[in-house]
């Protein structure tokens, strides 16, 4: 496995919708899912999206156990996620403070639906189905925003709130993008 390159704002294929996954349980795939898990880990990212790293398809990983560039949020199981569907639960809004590996350094109060319904599968096509607040909901919509191609100052509504990580939190300590 192997830490790789995260594609910045600006590259087109950022922009692309992602392809669904046909083939389950396959090594290509767990090879990609690895180098996925490799470079999210490496980056201290909350989450993955494989169109971050060049890659056509609808895979999306995450997970937060105390990390750094998020101190205050509540903990969210390590998942890969394919073929993701979002189903939101209420009308209601709520904005937090995002981050990307395609943005790095950069930080942005985003609205996210703030409980939802998720479904997909695992790498072997093992059903998953969730519901779920919080932290863990935004995660899930931001990750999966990538694979419509979608970055979230696309979601922002208020463009002063947006800027430098260590400009908007000095001393925080919060570690780059
Ligand atoms: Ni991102």
Redesign the pocket.
Known sequence: MAVREVLRMGDPRLLQAARPVEKFSTPELHHLVGDMVDTMRRLNGA?L?AP?IGVDLQIVIFELENNPRYPDAGKVPFTVLVNPVLTPLSDQMEVGWEG???LPGLRGLVPRCASLRYQGFDADGGPIDRRVDGFHARVVQ??VD?LLGIL?PMRMRDFSKFGFTEVLFPGQDLKDD
Do not use: K
Request: aromatic letters at 10%.
């Open positions: 989450g999206a971050q990307c590996l395609s931001h990750e990538h979230y």
